[in-house]
């Protein structure tokens, strides 16, 4: 891996609001799209996590819709091109973010172009962004995962009562 950036995006995007048409919303907008395409090109899901809901206004009491972000989430590119996303589901299981962590750690991280190894020592370019919407930093995931096992982290966000 040659370069590491953190984003923090918030818990939601509005889609009905005027949120959705700034600059921090398209960019949000625009990597979510982007994560859909690789998902669809593999046959994985990211609806889990990236969830469409009705959400309350609060003081107004009207609702909008929004795109309730995951708690983390990290984006693997390499020579630009996204070759990585997590979380995401098969049929039979979750692929966690500290999941992705781990396999690059140890090598066998299974993206095009070779192994996280490689990239590390200046053969592909490999760039990870990890967008969070709480503090964190890749580190940090992998290290509390392994301190406090909780899949909860990783788990789609709970629909409001």
């Not at 990236?50 to 693997?76: I, K, M, Q, Y």
């Not at 095009?112 to 995931?141: C, I, K, M, P, Y």
Request: aromatic share 6%.
């Amino acid at each position: 891996m040659t370069d590491l950036s953190v984003d923090v995006w918030g818990r939601e995007v509005g889609l009905s609001t005027t949120a959705a048409r700034t600059d921090a919303g398209s960019y949000v907008l625009d990597r979510v799209a982007e994560f859909k395409s690789w998902a669809q090109r593999r046959d994985v899901s990211l609806d889990p996590f990236f969830e469409t809901r009705a959400v309350g206004a609060g003081l107004t009491g009207e609702s909008h819709t929004a795109l309730v972000l995951p708690v983390c989430c990290l984006a693997e590119y390499e020579s630009g091109d996204l070759v990585h996303v997590a979380p995401y589901a098969t049929e039979t299981a979750v692929h966690a973010v500290s999941d992705r962590i781990r396999a690059l750690e140890r090598g066998t991280d299974g993206s095009r172009g070779g192994n996280a190894r490689n990239a590390a020592r200046g053969g592909d370019r490999q760039h990870l962004r990890v967008s969070s919407s709480v503090e964190s930093v890749a580190e940090t995931v992998a290290t509390a995962d392994d301190q406090f096992p909780d899949r909860a982290d990783d788990a789609p966000p709970a629909p409001e009562q």
